[in-house]
């Protein structure tokens, strides 16, 4: 109600991701460098991990001028199949298994070892894009243009703000049926307005 009263035509509702959270940061159109939260106070660089996810574009030829700057929002994320089989191989060799995947995706990540963290098959999901080149009128927008780019993005769902709280509620209750069919690790829902 809110929202609707300060003119939001509609907002977004997406999965919280329970990843390790991190920053990529591309310069004339490759991928320059990734950056975690770390302490909150303090980041820390990742660019070596960055280079070592599977689906995670290092480069965006043709898509802008020579000065264009962007950077990516993100969870980094093992996704539940490679989680599980990367504890039956540390099983094997006689080793404590990873306690969760969020946990086992931090740690991975802080390593310089390249040849660990392609055994991780790390994942990245990105739900928002910060530019100083590209306009953007809803977050809608953004999350369009990261798949277009070749990101893969963060389930959502576009909903008007004249919505009931009964069409809400069914709303959750749809994305609850889907939480453990999505291959990764979720904790909640976020909710933000979709017009910039």
Known sequence: QKWKAAGAKSFIVMWKIDGSSSAYRYRNEVLAQVLTRHTGEYGKDLTVTGYQ????????????????????????????????????????????????????????????????????????????????????????????WLEDQGFTTVEYTQVPTSSSIDQIIELFAEFE????????????????????
Do not use: C, W
């Open 53 to 144: 996810i599977e689906n995670l574009p290092k480069s965006i030829a043709g898509s802008f001028s020579k000065d264009d700057r962007f950077e990516v929002r993100g969870e980094m994320v093992i996704r539940e199949e490679d989680f599980n089989r990367i504890n039956q191989e540390r099983e094997a060799k006689g080793l404590d298994p990873y306690q969760n995947a969020r946990n086992a995706a931090a740690g991975v990540s802080q390593t310089k070892d390249a040849e660990k963290i392609r055994d991780l098959h790390l994942s990245m999901i990105a739900y928002d894009v910060l530019s100083q080149d590209v306009d953007f009128a809803t977050h809608e927008e953004k999350l369009i």
């Open 177 to 196: 049926k889907r939480r453990f069919q999505l291959g990764y690790e979720v904790d909640g829902l976020v909710a933000m307005v979709n017009e910039m």
